[in-house]
C-alpha cells in the first residue's frame, strides 16, 4: 500500500529546534510536491510550508516564515521539514502530504495521499 511516514516528532522547549523527516513507501514522490500541514487541539488543520516536485519552489505560511526550512531529497525519496526557534504556539500533530504533479500550494483539498503524523510539544 501507498503511503507517507513521518518521524522526528518530540518533545522540546521554546527556542529549540526539530528536524521532521517524511517518508515515501510503494510510490517515488519525484512526481509529487508536497506539503507539511499541521493541526493543534481545537483547531483546523492549517498548511505549513510546501515544496514543488523539483524542490525548486518553496512557500512558506506567515507564522513559520523565517524560522522553518522545508527540503527534499529525491533520491532517498524523503522531505523534510527543519523548524527551529519553536515556540508554544508551534504545538501540534504535524502531517506531510503529497499533490500529484508539479506545484502545489497551502491549500487541503490540493493533495492526494496524506501520511499519519507526528506530535512536536513546545513546553516548557
Known amino acids: 500500500q501507498l503511503q507517507l511516514v513521518e518521524s522526528g516528532g518530540g518533545l522540546v522547549q521554546p527556542g529549540g529546534s526539530l528536524r521532521l523527516s517524511c517518508a515515501a513507501s510503494g510510490f517515488t514522490l519525484d512526481y509529487y510536491a508536497i506539503g507539511w500541514f499541521r493541526q493543534a487541539p481545537g483547531k483546523e488543520r492549517e498548511g505549513v510550508s510546501c515544496i514543488s516536485s523539483t524542490g525548486a519552489t518553496t512557500t512558506y505560511a506567515g507564522s513559520v516564515k523565517g524560522r522553518f526550512t522545508i527540503s527534499r531529497d529525491n533520491a532517498k525519496n524523503r522531505v523534510y521539514l527543519q523548524m527551529k526557534s519553536l515556540k508554544p504556539e508551534d504545538t501540534a500533530v504535524y502531517y506531510c502530504?503529497?499533490?500529484?504533479?508539479?506545484?502545489?500550494?497551502?491549500?487541503?483539498?490540493?493533495?492526494?495521499?496524506w501520511g499519519q503524523g507526528t506530535q512536536v510539544t513546545v513546553s516548557s
Open positions: 502530504a503529497a499533490s500529484f504533479g508539479v506545484l502545489a500550494g497551502l491549500g487541503i483539498s490540493e493533495y492526494d495521499y
